[in-house]
């Protein structure tokens, strides 16, 4: 009986995922992988037929974990779509490299198309349905406004990201800014009064 394998494909994933996360796509091989692990190439390649793959399942990885820590499982504020645009921006501060792979790289565009953020367009349009001034309007209105808002939130995500530097105030006073603007217009288009 052949020995067990005890680097699984679970293991090499996540090796992967960290090499991302501190080094970039670009850092990404089956030999920075067996390095990181204290083995050979073999497991890498016994477990993923090929790079691609792995590359495939790394940048699942990196969707699920922004979703979950940056867009709509964080604490940033009390606000729920607020809270969205400051995660976003402190994704683009904090985790650049992941970044860089999901919005500014032709490695997933390659993988699901130019448009990346729709891709879990409903999952950000049910955490806008949580805040209690945006949970009056429907589906279509909040897609619409998370569109406009992305388009805003990106380019301040931009600025953080080639200027870390970058007062979390003055991001947060911009982006709040910016927010109220369209959500009070979208909610006057839409004759819903706020309080």
């Given at each position: 009986?052949?020995?067990?394998?005890?680097?699984?494909?679970?293991?090499?994933?996540?090796?992967?995922?960290?090499?991302?996360?501190?080094?970039?796509?670009?850092?990404?091989?089956?030999?920075?992988?067996?390095?990181?692990?204290?083995?050979?190439?073999?497991?890498?390649?016994?477990?993923?037929?090929?790079?691609?793959?792995?590359?495939?399942?790394?940048?699942?990885?990196?969707?699920?974990?922004?979703?979950?820590?940056?867009?709509?499982?964080?604490?940033?504020?009390?606000?729920?779509?607020?809270?969205?645009?400051?995660?976003?921006?402190?994704?683009?501060?904090?985790?650049?490299?992941?970044?860089?792979?999901?919005?500014?790289?032709?490695?997933?565009?390659?993988?699901?198309?130019?448009?990346?953020?729709?891709?879990?367009?409903?999952?950000?349009?049910?955490?806008?349905?949580?805040?209690p001034v945006l949970n009056h309007?429907?589906?279509?209105?909040?897609?619409?406004?998370?569109?406009?808002?992305?388009?805003?939130?990106?380019?301040?995500?931009?600025?953080?990201?080639?200027?870390?530097?970058?007062?979390?105030?003055?991001?947060?006073?911009?982006?709040?800014?910016?927010?109220?603007?369209?959500?009070?217009?979208?909610?006057?288009?839409?004759e819903i009064e706020t309080k």
């Amino acid at each position: 009986m052949p020995p067990r394998q005890t680097i699984t494909k679970d293991v090499i994933a996540q090796a992967a995922f960290n090499l991302v996360r501190n080094k970039g796509i670009a850092a990404l091989s089956a030999r920075s992988i067996a390095t990181s692990l204290s083995c050979s190439t073999q497991p890498v390649y016994s477990c993923f037929n090929t790079m691609k793959d792995l590359e495939k399942t790394v940048i699942d990885m990196v969707l699920d974990f922004i979703f979950k820590t940056y867009l709509t499982g964080n604490d940033f504020s009390n606000d729920p779509f607020f809270s969205m645009g400051l995660g976003y921006i402190q994704l683009a501060k904090k985790d650049p490299h992941l970044f860089d792979l999901i919005y500014l790289s032709d490695h997933t565009q390659k993988l699901f198309g130019k448009d990346v953020y729709p891709k879990k367009k409903a999952l950000l349009v049910q955490t806008m349905q949580k805040d209690p001034v945006l949970n009056h309007l429907g589906k279509d209105v909040l897609t619409d406004l998370l569109g406009h808002m992305w388009i805003y939130t990106h380019g301040l995500a931009m600025l953080a990201r080639v200027n870390p530097d970058l007062g979390d105030r003055i991001i947060h006073d911009r982006l709040h800014e910016m927010g109220h603007t369209l959500i009070s217009g979208t909610l006057q288009e839409n004759e819903i009064e706020t309080k």
